[in-house]
């Protein structure tokens, strides 16, 4: 079975700060892997994902992660923060060839402060 | 082009209605899927459709919730009778073809239902 664990429900960051947002899955077959992004009052927004091509992938708004699979791990950064990247973050694991169906994280609440 | 739509936006009600989401997929998608996160935990995955089929249905959580696709385009997702742990965010998502390197599932804002 499937499972993704996102360590620490909030981060709390300073503009211009590293954002590291934390996530390790667990699965059975090499899976495929997403970071999907919630504005406030907005649906899920997909920022990067993995299939199994290059490990370090590059998304929207200067994000990255990167799957090491020996640490079964797909952590979320971005070098510096920005006011506009408060959000909720939801990593999520899928099956090759298993349709979209998604499973999710817990979250990460990201809040960035002056 | 419009994206996944769900109305409605909330949904209070009382505890042995009924209540009916509606999610209206991005024109052209085959699959349709529907996500329930229950407050604070995790987006949990409760049916696929493939045009109007049921491809995976092994998220519902009992026989009182039920979901059509008639005509293979927009969705809904009955609640009867509600009970209180079935508040929580309904998301819709939908994708075209088969999942694979080039597509992805658009998802809905998603339906807050309240049940008190």
């Known amino acids: 079975a499937q499972s993704v664990t996102q360590l620490g429900s909030h981060v709390s960051v300073s503009e211009g700060a590293l954002v590291l947002l934390r996530c390790n899955y667990s699965s059975s077959v090499p899976p495929y892997l997403f970071w999907y992004v919630q504005y406030p009052n907005q649906g899920l927004q997909l920022l990067l994902k993995?299939?199994?091509?290059?490990?370090l992938v590059k998304g929207i708004n200067g994000f990255e992660a990167e799957f090491k699979k020996s640490e079964t791990s797909f952590h979320l950064t971005k070098p510096s923060a920005h006011m506009s990247d408060a959000a909720e973050y939801f990593c999520?694991?899928?099956?090759?060839?298993?349709?979209?169906?998604?499973?999710f994280g817990a979250g990460t609440r990201l809040a960035v402060h002056p | 082009e419009a994206g996944v739509t769900q109305f409605p936006s909330h949904s209070v009600i009382e505890k042995g209605q009924t209540v009916t989401l509606r999610c209206d997929p991005i024109?052209?998608?085959?699959?349709l899927y529907w996500y329930r996160r229950v407050m604070g935990k995790e987006i949990k995955f409760l049916l696929h459709f493939v045009k109007e089929s049921k491809q995976d249905e092994s998220g519902m959580p009992n026989n009182r919730f039920l979901a059509e696709r008639t005509g293979g385009t927009y969705s809904t997702l009955k609640v009867q009778p509600a009970e209180l742990e079935d508040s929580g965010v309904y998301f819709c998502?939908?994708?075209?073809?088969?999942?694979?390197?080039?597509?992805?599932?658009?998802f809905g804002q998603g339906t807050r239902l309240t049940v008190v």
């Open positions: 998502a939908s994708s075209p073809g088969q999942a694979g390197l080039d597509t992805e599932a658009f």
């Open positions: 024109s052209g998608h085959d699959n």
């Open positions: 999520a694991v899928s099956h090759p060839g298993g349709y979209n169906k998604l499973i």
């Open positions: 993995y299939t199994s091509a290059a490990t």
